[in-house]
């Protein structure tokens, strides 16, 4: 199950529908089972309040994971700062829907148990993750 909750802030514009499926799918493609995740869309401030309390980071960042999976079911909280993402949209001179697909799918592969702790893992992330965004837009609802 894949629950999109905000946090104050408006919901982003994203096909639900299409982003559960492109989910479960990437899942799948790991061998795994969707359990719950929760998707929590939130402001700048509240993605420093997490990374303080919880990572003990004095930092900004697009994405927060907590991962509950268990053996082979993947679960977690995925949170998500839109203004850091609407940032880095225009940084990386792409679309803020490319980009916000592009870091929760991010979240989910940390969840399945990917890593981007070294530059050899940042280039199997990066590549997990421009393939999943090609699924994502060749998917039809």
Known sequence: ?????TINIA???LDEKKVTRWIKSTIRGFDK???????VFCTDDKILEINREYLQHEYYTDII????SKKNIVSGDV???VE???ANAEKYEVTFEKEIL???IHGILHLCGLE??????QRIMTFNEDNALLRYFEIVI
């Not at 994971?65 to 509950?68: E, L, R, S, V």
């Open 33 to 39: 089972v969707t359990g719950i995740i929760t998707l």
């Open 102 to 104: 592009r870091v929760i």
């Open 84 to 86: 850091t993402v609407q």
């Open 11 to 13: 919901m982003p514009t």
């Open 79 to 81: 949170f998500i700062s």
């Open 65 to 68: 994971t907590f991962d509950y």
């Open 116 to 121: 981007d702790d070294t530059p050899d893992a």
């Open 1 to 5: 199950m894949i629950l999109f909750r």
